[in-house]
């Protein structure tokens, strides 16, 4: 079987270069694409979907090429961005019923919104407007709209970005049964918790490339090395330096930590998933090489 998403060399600029050659494959599961705010997630998800054309390189959905024939792979996905597209005036299983006809689910329209509705947990609210709704009631709507047509690929553009606490949680149980349930996710995210929370598999876009792909623990792994930290007295830390172990190393982190009070301790550790997203996401590039 073809792989979900195969990105190959995409580069496009608009002032200035954003992609420069985004070589990405993923078989099926969740891939967190995760970058800084203005990396390009946005301009890669668009590209995938058909909205912007790239100025180079190809990209195929389920084995179809994006660029020659966008209609096609429309038919294989479905796209949840960052502003709704929700009629406020209309309820939301008026919404979600208008959605599934434009698509040509017919009769079939109102029985896919009421089984959508209960997935998403709206099964009440379906029948009030959507200006009544809180942010994370129209976002699980938004998701519950995207299913409609079953696709095989669903694309996340931040999808919990301004949700509170609470909300965010409940989008991220209901990516995770949609993914359990078999569809293959691609989700973008500024935040390193989203990613491991809900994904497989983490790529870092920085400065127009992926930077670093893999498991949380690869990640982790790839950064290598161990961070000389500074703590307090109940254990937390206060500030921490690279090091490779090595007495020089030690020395120059010493110095990198700073002056210190007294009840201050230090400390060796492994680096964290935290460490490899400040390093590989922010950081200094011979890192990220
Ligand atoms: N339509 C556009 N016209 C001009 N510049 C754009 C356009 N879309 C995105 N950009 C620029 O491309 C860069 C990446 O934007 P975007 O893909 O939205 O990043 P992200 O989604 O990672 O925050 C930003 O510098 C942004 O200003
Ligand atoms: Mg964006």
Redesign the pocket.
């Known amino acids: 079987m073809d792989a979900a998403i195969e990105i190959d060399d995409i580069s496009k600029s608009?002032?200035?270069p954003?992609l420069r050659g985004v070589d990405l494959t993923h078989e099926a599961g969740v891939l967190a694409l995760l970058?800084?705010?203005?990396?390009?997630?946005?301009?890669?998800v668009?590209i995938l979907t058909t909205l912007?054309r790239p100025d180079g390189g190809r990209a195929r959905i389920g084995g179809v090429d994006v660029l020659r024939d966008p209609a096609g792979a429309r038919r294989l996905f479905a796209v949840t961005g960052q502003e709704t597209t929700l009629d406020e005036l209309l309820t939301g299983r008026e919404n979600l019923v208008m959605i599934g006809r434009l698509l040509g689910l017919g009769r079939d329209a109102g029985r896919r919104a009421d089984a959508l509705l209960e997935q998403m947990d709206l099964a009440s609210a379906g029948r009030r407007r959507v200006a009544t709704y809180s942010g994370g009631m129209r976002r699980r709507l938004d998701l519950a709209a995207s299913l409609l047509s079953r696709p095989a690929v669903l694309f996340l553009?931040?999808p919990t970005t301004g949700l509170d606490p609470v909300s965010r949680r409940r989008v991220w149980d209901d990516v995770r049964a949609l993914a359990a349930a078999g569809t293959t996710v691609l989700l973008?995210t500024q935040t390193l918790d989203e990613a491991e929370a809900l994904a497989d598999r983490i790529a870092i876009?920085r400065d127009g490339r992926i930077v670093a792909d893999g498991t949380a623990a690869e990640l982790t792994a790839a950064v290598g090395g161990q961070r000389l930290v500074l703590q307090d007295a109940t254990g937390a830390e206060v500030r921490s330096a690279d090091t490779d172990g090595t007495a020089a190393s030690l020395t120059r982190a010493l110095a990198q930590l700073g002056p210190a009070d007294q009840d201050l301790t230090v400390a060796l550790r492994s680096p964290t998933l935290d460490d490899a997203f400040l390093a590989l996401a922010h950081g200094t590039p011979e890192v990220a090489a």
Do not use: I, P
């Open positions: 608009y002032a200035h954003v970058g800084a705010n203005g990396a390009g997630k946005t301009t890669l668009s912007v553009d931040e973008t876009l």
